[in-house]
């Protein structure tokens, strides 16, 4: 992996002054062996071969020329490294497999992700930092010293190419391709006298969606498109021998449809007619589709809400560093905003060749369920100040000083079942800080053998107040009874309500208040209806041109009469609703008496957390001969602790319990060699990993709602005789975390084998083997199940952790060509990775988990809970005693249709190939590229829970030419 041209200027945050702004020439093809490869991962600047511990640096050209412009597409070249795109349009980033799918206000990420060594606590939309890059770096295992926050599983780098003194530099590229690709980007770097130099970068990319609508609703066009803009700059400054100052910012705007997924839950609920019957499915058997066997799983049936989602994220950093002689000082301040929100669409699923026509037919395409609306924003602050002595003293040392500020805001409001159902989770302010002090050091004993030590003393703090959490589906259900509108003459023309049900809510032209609410005030256990249903508009800036929501709370207005001038009489119909003078919807005839008198039943959302720990590394390093260095590091990392959300407290009703979850600590042992030998032709490095986990953090899912009701004949779903389909199963997910109470462990190999052949050819495979499991004993409650009961404890000790493959192998095979025309180069780029899960039950879609101790057993009570099919009356009269549901029903609809419970992934292999020409002078270039040649599919994320079956999936082939010119 080399460098690319002119790249190679020194990295600001590297703490060499004395080499700023000088540009090495390493990149150019060695005819004697392999390019260098120059990393600053331990925040000081080094060949590759000469660090303790297994990373990964790949220039702009290399990135570019393999199609990698965005973060979640370095995956296919890292080993280890997976990064996946949730419903929140938030990266989840994990090295061998350590990560966090929590990318919420309620926790932090695994692996640290820094734009120019500026920590960055949430890792959405990074466009501006892909733009002008000089490379990018990637470390693993923890990382508890220099770049020690939140940093167990690794950490990534985005460094920009610096401003440079004294030289016009300028470039402008543009690239065409499928899916309607137009992208353009270009840069200026101009000198403003010896000293001062100015630099500015621009970029533009839209792609059309690569997923495809193929409902009936055809105007409504498919999702997960680009359409984005960058902005960097940055202002050098040597105002005096020595002393460097950048100040330095960055901008993206994205717009779009977002990352929408695909529901499945269709195709595991699909019936085939065996008997003739095309018009009834009560008779029809179950016969759920193979995720894994859909050619294209990115085709849905759009329906309601079409999704539309916009980024804000944009960031300023002063760094400043200082050749004081024997000691070098680095000063680090940093503040970041991003603003996302989406107005997320809903869609019908998927539906596998051959669903019958009366399926399709009876779809309610005006159906709005799961349309939701997200709101986030957060604001960040960074500062650093380092202190270090130069690299050639024989006791390399440095000293630094570490805080971090940051206030997010947090919404979801949700439509989850039309007409009627709805969550809106509100969290106007959630504030964390940490402050570290840290040290590290490297004593050369002897020209070869030297030792490493390290140490970080953090303290964290998290808290979250004045939040809300409200979920309802408590609309009256007596529509018939209910007056929609009125003619002239006060008579009721349109009774009823949607499908004779609850009110609608959330149709087009409906919008939540947000983060711009500014009531939290949650209504007591003694509160009125009135002041419940108030609390609830008052999340509500307008509603929807076809809601009914207001019919249902509201009473209805008599019919006032009106005499004009000419003494005619005119009879109108006054709102229901309206707005009073502080903007809030308001009834203006009272509430209905058939409100619910625990209508919405909000609750607060608080909670604290703190923590202080210590992280150290300890290690060794020998160079058996010139080139040939072996090492041994042990270090341990944290990741801070959290909480959850809130949730009634069984021993005192009316108040709620906010658990937490503690910090984790991870030990790392690392043994390896890094090697150069035929005259530096061929490269190998090797390392063998432990991963010791103590209170591993990790997430699963609580059910929000109630099942759908069950046949007591069959002891399937029953039918709904309005649509002649299974009724819509509408509960939701609920994300908790907790921590394993044994230590989880990890072990792996790791080899890196690079080959410079004759005639321009390099060959390069990295292989990457793995078992990384849960602890024994590592209870849980499988709330995938969804039956409303507690005791579904099961014991997932032995399981993978999530995204872990056993084994992953990457490879490449490429070519310069020099002649007197240019310079010609092509690269052929693979990765096959082994099977892997989703989430800590490890679904296999065949089998349950195994149980644990507590399954079927009160956990408050103590007492058996029916959770499945028993043989003694007795028993079976105890699964009708849970809510009046029969959870032994829903049970065994479950087990009949365990499908769905698969979030395995396949072996898959992707290639990626390119082919490029640069004129003599370097001036200018041309290159053609073809991302996933052979259109693999697979999963990026999966989110399996009992009421829908999610998935996320990678781009499809896309192919493009690149042309660049160089000023």
Known sequence: MGVDPGADSLDPGSLDPGDVGTIEDVSDPNPGGIDEVVITVDRRRK?????SGTAAAFSSTQL???????????????????????????????IRGVGSDNTTELGDPAVAVHLDNVYLPRVRGLNAAYLDVERVEVNSGPQGTVRG?????????????PAVYGEYQAYAEMTIGTYHRREYQGMVNVPLGDSLALRVAAASTSIDPTWENVGPLDHLPGAQDTNDYALKGQLRFKPAPGLDITLAGDYTLSRGAGYTGINLQNGFQRRIDVNNTPNTQADDVLTPIDPDAIDNPRQVWQRGRYPESSLTHWGVRLNATYDAGPVNFELLGSYRFQD????????????????????????????WSFAQQQHNDSESWVGEFRVASPDDQQFVWSVGAFGFYEDQGAFLGQVTADPGGFNEFNMPSTVGYSYAGYADATFKVTDTFRVLAGIRYSWEHKDRLGGLWMIGNGLPTNGNTLCAAQNNMGVCTQPGLANNGIGRFGTEGFRFRGLERDNYDVPTSTATVEERVNFFLDGIESFGVRDQAAIALCNDVPAEGFTDAAGNVTVGNPQRIAQDAEGHWR??????????????????????????????????????????????????????SGFNDSFPDPDRPGEYLTPDYGAEEAYSLEIGAKNQFLDKKLRVNAAAFAYLYSDLQFQTILTVGTAPPIDPNTGMIEIDPLTNMPFVDTRGGAAARQNAKETATAYGLDVDVVYALPWGFEADVHALVMDA?????????????????????????????????????NYSLSQIIFTAAGTFDWIIQGQTRGPHFFNAFNGDGKNFEKRGPGWGINPITGEPDPIENVEDPAGA????????????????????????????????????????????????????????????VYPTNIISQSGFHSRFYNDPRMAGVRMRLDF
């Open 47 to 51: 060949n590759l071969q000469d660090y």
């Open 877 to 936: 009269m105890l699964c009708m005693m849970y809510n009046n549901t029969n959870t032994c029903q829903q049970y065994t609809a479950l087990a009949n249709n365990i499908e769905r419970f698969n979030d395995r992934v396949p072996t898959y292999t992707t290639v990626n190939i390119s082919l490029g020409w640069k004129r003599t002078d370097g001036m200018m270039s041309i290159r053609g590229f073809v991302n996933n040649v052979f259109d693999t």
């Open 340 to 367: 996302w929100i989406l107005y997320g669409g809903s869609n019908a699923g998927y539906f596998a060749p051959g669903t019958p026509d009366n399926t399709l037919l009876t779809q309610q395409w005006d159906n």
């Open 149 to 161: 926050r939140n940093a167990t599983g690794g950490s990534v780098n985005i460094i920009s190419r």
């Open 64 to 94: 570019t020329n393999l199609g990698i412009n965005n973060v979640t597409s370095l995956s296919q070249v890292v080993p280890g490294l997976q990064i996946g795109i949730n419903d929140q349009g938030s990266s989840t980033v994990y």
């Open 773 to 809: 499991r849960f602890p024994d004993k590592t209870y849980v409650n499988d709330d995938r199940l969804g039956l409303g009961t507690e005791p579904a404890e099961v014991d997932i000790g032995g399981n993978w952790l999530p995204r872990v493959s056993p084994y992953t192998l």
């Open 587 to 640: 009834c203006v005839n009272g509430v209905r008496s058939s409100v619910p008198a625990d209508f919405t039943n909000p609750r607060a959302q608080n909670g604290e957390a703190d923590d202080d720990y210590a992280d150290w590394k300890v290690g060794v390093e020998y160079d058996v001969v010139k080139d040939s260095m072996l090492y041994a590091t042990l270090s341990s990392g944290h990741k801070a």
